[in-house]
């Protein structure tokens, strides 16, 4: 393995290349020295990837990643993005090192308010991408960034074209995204995406044997990457890099590293995630040369770290500046770089022909596709049934990247990670499953929602009227799961009406949302109304006297409800319906307004969904059945009859 | 590929086993034109696979697979799982093949209260080891199931030692948990396992290559799988199955098949679940070489399908008997035959000690542990942080079977379903996390519960009293998620009391259940309740007057209403604490006598979680941050005083 020794000083007789990178190996030193000070200074923190993976970041940064630090968002840099979160203080020190963050922000490091969260988090430190730690989520997003440069790139005639590179340890090959996210990658050919892969051997328990013994290099092989090995210095990365960038299909490079390098415990699984001891802290420093105070960046370091970057970032602008000025495609360089991802949904012209919603659905999301080219997804391989597919266009393949349908496989824990990474992209994307499947993806949609990303979800077959395919399909407990999200729209049209009001309220906004439809009904009422989404909660079929009740649902549930209620009012209980297409869009003085009165819900899913609204829920509190959706109404006590005496029996308790 | 013809009749110049495997191909036919009626007569399912894999299942259970027939049980049964739920027809008409169900059961496909249902429900069916539908989960089971057998073999000198054979799709292997299971299996060396991967290179969607270009075999063998490939025949299975079966490591075998073999849309992804055309049937049986009329079993394949099935299981079944009475630990395999799960916990001496209530789970786990060999578990990579190691235990490792600690990786998914495959094989699995990361695993948990089996989640880190790790890694929107799924207890105990009293209640039932614990609270009350537990919630500190309001909270948050509850009293708001450690052991009746008066909920987490309680949540409807508990406690406003004031606030309104 590389030893270091004490580095920079002994310069005759090297030629300049070598001086250059003893300059490197001396700029990762001190990256590492400000990594482990920051670590030290907050009292908690993972020293062991920061000793160890230096090298890869700092490599990365000083000789390939094209950004502009005039213009971060510059819309063609490279990406970076640090699947293994929790290296976030080398992504700090770097930010230092060009200027990017104050010294104050690195001494601030997991304390409140400050740049330089415990893990990168979006929109809170420069060069964070993606907010990451939840392992596995930066490489699912980095496949997606991968795919929208490509995309991208046939849209603008060559103008877009950056690399993605993507950090992860030895954790994040054991998560299945990974595996579903990079398999992908290599059926699609994006030779723009690089994974640097932190080979330390060790997680957190234990020695990476214990619980993983592929075959790394063979794993890659077999998913269509380029294996390239690379020894831990700059060199080896260096050269390693300039390979990858040039191969055909995506790369990963195997960089051999010791977790917790000069530390006492280098090379197992206690130097992860514990703060450096003062001794080790010293003992570590004296190992790579340095006899530094605390937080001590080198000007001759700094000075050719940052200026490298930004001569090479200049090039890189200019080169792209003039690309620009021939385009062809300015405005949709243009939309990327304003970030317009709302679409205006004013010119829908949908009729109902008595299709189902989810294919009124499919219309309209088509519609869409074919005036806003900023909509690109796709489904887990249930297009066909949740009516996703943009008729007009292309497959996303390797051969007509233009293609604006992805077909991910049947990978949803991948889906939702690449949406994330597409919305990140500047693109507005949108992917589809079963309802009941979206818990296969709640890792990544939780990201959605901490970035607050764009990414919308079309969930269908949405309750126990799915029927056949039985409990396993059926979806309970996912409508509140979802609603319980912070900043996640779940949005449950009823009807044409509320469908294209969800649509239209989904293209205005800029957060993640779920559209959740059922699967076939095709029911309508000339009493809903597009405008009752954005309130949340509105009145579709009003009281007649002031003695009332209010009965509530959404989705499907609401054509059992309308039919029970007319029933109510034929047996003298006035009431009226509610209608809540979408939760989260009900303000407080709304819903305290509506529901004066004696009010009940009724949903095919988890009473819990509703307790927020009302005391009396009558809903579902078991799992599912297979049987005839005209059974399953029987056996769950949903047909109009035994709905009236259950709510009869509630008002006379 | 195999072209059968009429099979059967031209029997000159064969060779008895040639004869043998043409009865076998009349039986595979059969059971395709049983699998197709069924569909036919339900109207709905997934023709394609049965037509297509047929073969797999017929052979396996033909020639190799043992059970009894006397009792479905029998502790040393092979196990199949289908993992591809999907092509449920197949498993149910092998039943009636054996007749284990009868005509009006298959005839009843998908219908209610049948008990042949759209996908494989476990107790619903004979023969049926695990629910399955969701892609994925079965083979994770699988692995879980492997684990067991091995496990059992160590503890038992041998006595068990059966095969798990897992029958898949393409689509299985495109899910990310297949691959984090699979390679630990690979790892663990489980050469007791053996994949039957029906290769037919299409998805719902498109061909298979649109989404997955992998190299299956390479991957497998990164993986360290032995790789057999067979050609779609009773003979080319057969042997491909005796050739796994004494394989050093697990196996996959390779299947090439056409799905929807013979049907006009053969070898296209419109064969996958689509229900047959009228002339589309005829036509597939015709080109089988069978005239039947719909659900006709030829006699001379059941009785050669049942008689080997019945001379085999025998033989074997008086193998087992014959060493059981030879047997030293008759005892265990007596447990595992009447299925003891429960532990009675009452001799635990648990002192605190000043310990963290995690620390103090560790210790009670231990104790089970010590006193109940059935209890075995372990982490998604953080078992240090989730204290759920067993110190005195091994690791389970290739050369140390008889391990109790699991080394499952960072694979949560494969983590959740693998400890589902060991509850089905008689033990008692537990499997620790954070609690965040519950998401990752949600697909597996929801069959645990849909199966109601004995699984024990421990999930700690508990809230954004995380802190310096950030967002990513405080929950928010778990704990009300996890309470939404049906038959998951969810226990979350404040201290030390209370955690003993919900050990006690897990170990005491058989259902699945979730034991939430804190980072790092150290509270402890005189005034909590071991029995507290069972009845759901109940009163911590009692009201002085008649005019008192109530306060609610579980887990951390109960330390800091305690302290409010204090400072109240003294101010003049009379109050009584209610502690709610396991919300659904909570009775209607019990609730409504406990909340009559005005009750205020306080959690750390969603406000969604306690709206079933209380009108009044005050909770979090934001992520979280990074930063220490401290701020984040100020940040949240959850200061004594703070809380004292919005609790002020509420009443005055």
């Not at 060069?127 to 960034?145: D, F, K, R, W």
């Not at 877009?160 to 994040?172: H, K, M, N, S």
């Not at 690109?376 to 996303?396: E, P, Q």
């Given at each position: 393995m590389?030893?270091?020794?004490?580095?920079?000083?002994?310069?005759?007789?090297?030629?300049?290349?070598?001086?250059?990178?003893?300059?490197?190996?001396?700029?990762?030193?001190?990256?590492?020295?400000?990594?482990?000070?920051?670590?030290d200074?907050?009292?908690?923190g993972?020293?062991?990837?920061?000793?160890?993976?230096?090298?890869?970041?700092?490599?990365?940064?000083?000789?390939?990643?094209?950004?502009?630090?005039?213009?971060?968002?510059?819309?063609?840099?490279?990406?970076?993005?640090?699947?293994?979160?929790?290296?976030?203080?080398?992504?700090?020190?770097?930010c230092?090192?060009?200027?990017?963050?104050?010294?104050?922000?690195?001494k601030?490091?997991?304390?409140?308010?400050?740049?330089?969260?415990?893990?990168?988090?979006?929109?809170?430190?420069?060069?964070?991408?993606?907010?990451?730690?939840?392992?596995g989520?930066?490489?699912?997003?980095?496949?997606?960034?991968?795919?929208?440069?490509?995309?991208?790139?046939?849209?603008?005639?060559?103008?877009i074209?950056?690399?993605?590179?993507?950090?992860?340890?030895?954790?994040?090959?054991?998560?299945?995204?990974t595996?579903?996210?990079?398999?992908?990658?290599?059926?699609?050919k994006?030779?723009?995406?690089?994974?640097?892969?932190?080979?330390?051997?060790?997680?957190?328990?234990?020695?990476?044997?214990?619980?993983?013994?592929?075959?790394?290099?063979?794993?890659?092989?077999?998913?269509?990457?380029k294996?390239?090995?690379?020894?831990?210095?700059?060199?080896?990365?260096?050269?390693a890099?300039?390979?990858?960038?040039?191969?055909?299909?995506?790369?990963?490079?195997?960089?051999?590293?010791?977790?917790?390098e000069?530390?006492?415990?280098?090379?197992?699984n206690?130097?992860?995630?514990?703060?450096?001891?003062?001794?080790?802290?010293?003992?570590?420093?004296?190992?790579?040369?340095?006899?530094?105070?605390?937080?001590?960046?080198?000007?001759?370091?700094?000075?050719?770290?940052?200026?490298?970057?930004?001569?090479?970032?200049?090039?890189?602008?200019?080169n792209?500046?003039?690309?620009?000025?021939?385009?062809?495609?300015?405005?949709?360089?243009?939309?990327?770089?304003?970030?317009?991802?709302?679409?205006?949904?004013t010119?829908?012209?949908?009729?109902?022909?008595?299709?189902?919603?989810?294919?009124?659905?499919?219309?309209?999301?088509?519609?869409?596709?074919n005036?806003?080219?900023?909509?690109?997804?796709?489904?887990?391989?249930?297009?066909?049934?949740?009516?996703?597919?943009?008729?007009?266009?292309?497959?996303?393949?390797?051969?007509?990247?233009?293609?604006?349908?992805?077909?991910?496989?049947?990978?949803?824990?991948?889906?939702?990670?690449?949406?994330?990474?597409?919305?990140l992209?500047?693109?507005?994307?949108?992917?589809?499953?079963?309802?009941?499947f979206?818990?296969?993806?709640?890792?990544?949609?939780?990201?959605?929602?901490?970035m607050?990303?764009?990414?919308?979800?079309i969930?269908?077959?949405?309750?126990f009227?799915?029927?056949?395919?039985?409990?396993?399909?059926?979806?309970?407990?996912?409508?509140?799961s979802?609603e319980?999200?912070?900043?996640?729209?779940?949005?449950?049209?009823f009807?044409?009406?509320?469908l294209?009001?969800?649509?239209?309220?989904?293209?205005?906004?800029?957060?993640?949302?779920?559209?959740?439809?059922?699967?076939?009904?095709?029911?309508?009422?000339e009493?809903?109304?597009?405008?009752?989404v954005?309130e949340?909660?509105?009145?579709?079929?009003?009281?007649?006297?002031?003695?009332?009740?209010?009965l509530?649902?959404?989705?499907?549930?609401?054509?059992?409800?309308?039919?029970?209620?007319?029933?109510?009012?034929?047996?003298?209980?006035d009431?009226?319906?509610?209608?809540?297409?979408?939760?989260?869009?009900?303000?407080?003085?709304t819903?305290e307004k509506?529901?004066?009165?004696?009010?009940?819900?009724?949903?095919?899913?988890?009473?819990?969904?509703?307790?927020?609204?009302?005391?009396?829920?009558?809903?579902?509190s078991?799992?599912?059945?297979?049987?005839?959706?005209?059974?399953?109404?029987?056996?769950?006590?949903?047909?109009?009859?035994?709905?009236?005496?259950k709510?009869?029996?509630?008002?006379?308790?």
């Amino acid at each position: 393995m590389f030893n270091i020794g004490n580095l920079g000083n002994n310069i005759i007789n090297k030629n300049k290349e070598e001086i250059s990178y003893d300059l490197d190996m001396k700029g990762v030193n001190n990256l590492r020295s400000l990594a482990i000070d920051m670590i030290d200074k907050a009292g908690s923190g993972h020293p062991g990837i920061c000793l160890g993976a230096a090298s890869i970041i700092y490599t990365l940064f000083k000789r390939h990643l094209n950004i502009n630090l005039d213009d971060l968002d510059f819309v063609n840099r490279d990406r970076f993005i640090l699947s293994a979160g929790h290296g976030a203080p080398l992504l700090y020190s770097i930010c230092y090192m060009l200027d990017l963050l104050t010294l104050d922000d690195i001494k601030s490091l997991r304390r409140i308010n400050s740049k330089t969260p415990g893990h990168p988090e979006y929109l809170k430190t420069p060069l964070v991408e993606v907010t990451t730690g939840p392992l596995g989520q930066g490489i699912a997003a980095s496949v997606g960034m991968a795919i929208a440069s490509k995309h991208l790139n046939q849209k603008t005639d060559g103008l877009i074209d950056y690399y993605t590179y993507v950090l992860c340890g030895d954790g994040e090959l054991e998560e299945g995204i990974t595996y579903e996210a990079l398999t992908l990658a290599g059926t699609l050919k994006l030779n723009n995406l690089i994974v640097l892969y932190d080979s330390n051997g060790v997680t957190l328990d234990s020695n990476l044997k214990t619980s993983s013994q592929e075959d790394i290099k063979m794993r890659f092989e077999s998913i269509n990457f380029k294996v390239i090995e690379a020894e831990n210095t700059p060199k080896s990365i260096d050269e390693a890099i300039s390979l990858a960038k040039n191969s055909e299909v995506p790369s990963i490079i195997i960089v051999k590293t010791i977790i917790g390098e000069f530390s006492k415990y280098a090379g197992t699984n206690l130097a992860h995630g514990k703060v450096l001891e003062k001794d080790d802290l010293l003992n570590v420093k004296e190992k790579m040369g340095l006899y530094q105070t605390p937080f001590t960046l080198s000007s001759e370091v700094k000075e050719d770290f940052k200026n490298t970057i930004i001569e090479r970032g200049k090039l890189y602008y200019k080169n792209f500046e003039k690309k620009y000025e021939k385009s062809k495609n300015k405005i949709l360089v243009d939309k990327l770089i304003k970030h317009e991802i709302t679409y205006n949904l004013t010119d829908i012209d949908i009729s109902y022909d008595n299709k189902s919603l989810r294919d009124l659905s499919g219309d309209i999301l088509n519609h869409i596709a074919n005036n806003f080219e900023l909509l690109i997804g796709g489904s887990a391989d249930v297009s066909s049934s949740c009516r996703t597919n943009l008729v007009s266009k292309k497959i996303f393949q390797s051969d007509s990247y233009d293609g604006r349908n992805l077909y991910f496989g049947i990978r949803e824990h991948a889906m939702a990670g690449i949406l994330n990474g597409l919305a990140l992209s500047g693109l507005r994307p949108f992917g589809s499953t079963f309802l009941t499947f979206s818990d296969y993806m709640r890792g990544s949609i939780r990201l959605s929602c901490l970035m607050n990303l764009g990414v919308i979800y079309i969930l269908t077959h949405d309750s126990f009227t799915v029927g056949e395919d039985g409990p396993t399909h059926e979806p309970v407990e996912q409508l509140i799961s979802l609603e319980a999200i912070p900043n996640l729209k779940v949005y449950r049209p009823f009807d044409l009406n509320e469908l294209i009001g969800s649509y239209v309220a989904i293209m205005e906004e800029t957060n993640p949302a779920a559209l959740i439809l059922p699967r076939e009904s095709k029911d309508i009422s000339e009493y809903t109304k597009t405008s009752g989404v954005k309130e949340g909660m509105y009145v579709v079929i009003p009281n007649e006297t002031d003695d009332y009740i209010n009965l509530i649902a959404n989705g499907e549930e609401l054509g059992l409800v309308l039919k029970v209620s007319e029933n109510l009012k034929e047996i003298g209980v006035d009431n009226r319906v509610l209608s809540v297409p979408c939760m989260k869009n009900l303000t407080e003085k709304t819903k305290e307004k509506l529901l004066e009165k004696r009010s009940i819900s009724i949903t095919f899913g988890s009473p819990l969904y509703y307790y927020s609204l009302t005391k009396d829920v009558i809903g579902v509190s078991t799992f599912g059945q297979s049987g005839t959706k005209e059974e399953l109404l029987e056996y769950f006590e949903f047909t109009p009859k035994k709905l009236e005496s259950k709510i009869l029996e509630l008002l006379n308790k």
